[in-house]
């Protein structure tokens, strides 16, 4: 069975940094597209980030782009998300996904196949 645990989050102030990290096991993670998504409290859950199954190519919504960067060990079944220049409004739930297939947009929760437990990410002002 696919299992993905993120970790790393916590609370940190306004400007400051985190990296969160997501631990894959029981399937091939190089196989598989990983994407960051997160839920604020009220909103939507909304993408944030994601990585080609060997890492050449990323992609970043808008409203990260400049300060997250998106990486991974595929010898650790590991992705991270490094967070820099965090403000109040990234407050949220972060949570990592994997995409097996083609079939969905890589934008959307809807194109992501199998998705962690989430890890809370607090900035405080």
């Known amino acids: 069975q696919v299992q993905l645990v993120e970790s790393g989050g916590g609370l940190v102030q306004a400007g400051g940094s985190l990296r969160l990290s997501c631990a894959a096991s029981?399937?091939?993670?190089?196989?598989?597209?990983m994407g960051w998504f997160r839920q604020a409290p009220g909103k939507e859950r909304e993408f944030v980030a994601a990585?080609?199954?060997?890492?050449?190519?990323?992609y970043y919504s808008n409203s990260v782009k400049g300060r997250f960067t998106i990486s991974r060990d595929n010898s650790k079944n590991t992705l991270y998300l490094q967070m820099n220049t965090l403000t109040p409004e990234d407050t949220a739930v972060y949570y990592c996904?994997?995409?097996?297939?083609?079939?969905?947009?890589?934008?959307?929760?809807?194109?992501?196949?199998?998705w962690g437990q989430g890890t809370q990410v607090t900035v405080s002002s």
């Open positions: 996904a994997a995409r097996d297939g083609l079939s969905g947009s890589r934008y959307s929760d809807s194109g992501y196949n199998y």
């Open positions: 029981d399937f091939s993670f190089n196989s598989y597209f």
């Open positions: 990585i080609a199954r060997i890492g050449g190519n990323t």
